[in-house]
Every structure is written in structure tokens, then in C-alpha cells.
T-cell receptor, first 106, second 114 residues
Framework: TQLLEQSPQFLSIQEGENLTVYCNSS?????LQWYRQEPGEGPVLLVT?????EVKKLKRLTFQFGDARKDSSLHITAAQPGDTGLYLC??????FGTGTRLQVFP | DTGVSQNPRHKITKRGQNVTFRCDPI?????LYWYRQTLGQGPEFLTY????????KSRLLSDRFSAERPKGSFSTLEIQRTEQGDSAMYLC????????????FGAGTRLSVL
């Protein structure tokens, strides 16, 4: 069974702090996506990474795909309350991680 | 185009009743997916369609669940003889043929079985 493990499960920080969340698997994937989901809404795609070692930046968010295409990380610089939400990783195999719930306090 | 639309947004039903949800994907998206999400979990894959053909079904999709996409446009998900364990958010997503990895999600239908 292919599994995606995300860590940490919960993260509560103050505005302005930096954070990193992780998505790990024992399987190799062709691509990996990161989504953000707010309560009562569906996930919204943030980025997709396809090449081992790839780094993509989206404003204060930096996404990295592991060299072996088994893991990924999302780093947020100077977090803001608007970053609050559930961050999910998902793969081309239609599998999603359990998510990291981020709360950023002003 | 306004994105993926799901109706109803909320459904409350009594155990044993049948319910049907509808999903309207983004126009011209060939693939349509159904997921179930419970509190504190990520979405779990249920089934997906390529146009009108149902290509894959998860083991989670028991015989009480059935999905259709008769004309390759909108899709319905029906749950018969609902159980309390069916209470969840049911998400629909669609993707274009040129970017199958990228899924656009609807806001979901939240089902509560009493």
C-alpha cells in the first residue's frame, strides 16, 4: 500500500515565524502536488513538482521535491494569519497525505 | 467558467435513507474524481471517470455506493441505505487531459447521517 506521511500533524505559530512541513513516502512518484484547504472548502492546488531535486517558489512558499522523488517539503517564510489552513500533499497515484494543520496567530 | 460545482453543499439524512450528490466539473475536463474526507484526514480516493467511462474504483466504494457520468459531463454519486459511518465530506475534482496530475476541487458536499 502506498502511503504519504505528513509531519507535523499540527503546527501553531506566531505571525512572522518560519516553518517547514514534510511529506514522505517509501514509493517513487512521477509528480507530487501541494494543496491548501480551508474549513468547509475543497483543496486548492498550490504547486506541482515533477523533477527530482526540483525547487519551486510561490511568493513566501518554497517547495522542494526530493532527489529520489519519494519526499517533498514546503517551507513558509514569515508566516501570516492568512496562511492558516490544512496543507495536503498528493500524488499522481490519487493518494493524499493526512495533512498538516497550520494555525498562524497574529 | 466558475470551477467545479457540487450540490448540495450540506445533506442531513436518517440512517437507511438513500442520498445522491451531483458534481459539475470544469467544462471540457475529461477526468472527474470522487473522494471522501473525514475530519482530520486527507481525501481518500473513491473512483474516477475518463469522459463517461468509470476507469477505477477504490475498495472503499462498497456496493452501496454507485457513481455515474452518463454523458461525460456532470456526475452523480449515490449512497444507498446510508450508515452513520458514511458521514463525511464528499469531494469532487476534475482535471484536463493535458494536465492529469492537476486536480481542481469543488467545495464538497458534507453528509451527516443521523
Amino acid at each position: 500500500t502506498q502511503l504519504l506521511e505528513q509531519s507535523p500533524q499540527f503546527l501553531s505559530i506566531q505571525e512572522g515565524e518560519n516553518l517547514t512541513v514534510y511529506c514522505n513516502s517509501s514509493s517513487v512518484f512521477s509528480s507530487l502536488q501541494w494543496y491548501r484547504q480551508e474549513p468547509g472548502e475543497g483543496p486548492v492546488l498550490l504547486v506541482t513538482v515533477v523533477t527530482g531535486g526540483e525547487v519551486k517558489k510561490l511568493k513566501r512558499l518554497t517547495f522542494q521535491f526530493g532527489d529520489a522523488r519519494k519526499d517533498s517539503s514546503l517551507h513558509i517564510t514569515a508566516a501570516q494569519p492568512g496562511d492558516t489552513g490544512l496543507y495536503l500533499c498528493g500524488t499522481d497515484k490519487l493518494i493524499f497525505g493526512t495533512g498538516t494543520r497550520l494555525q498562524v496567530f497574529p | 467558467d466558475t470551477g467545479v460545482s457540487q450540490n448540495p453543499r450540506h445533506k442531513i439524512t436518517k440512517r437507511g435513507q438513500n442520498v445522491t450528490f451531483r458534481c459539475d466539473p470544469i467544462s471540457e475536463h475529461n477526468r472527474l474524481y470522487w473522494y471522501r474526507q473525514t475530519l482530520g484526514q486527507g481525501p481518500e480516493f473513491l473512483t474516477y471517470f475518463q469522459n463517461e467511462a468509470q476507469l477505477e474504483k477504490s475498495r472503499l466504494l462498497s456496493d452501496r455506493f454507485s457513481a455515474e457520468r452518463p454523458k461525460g459531463s456532470f456526475s452523480t454519486l449515490e449512497i444507498q441505505r446510508t450508515e452513520q459511518g458514511d458521514s463525511a465530506m464528499y469531494l469532487c475534482a476534475s482535471s484536463p487531459s493535458h494536465s492529469l496530475d492537476i486536480q481542481y476541487f469543488g467545495a464538497g458536499t458534507r453528509l451527516s447521517v443521523l
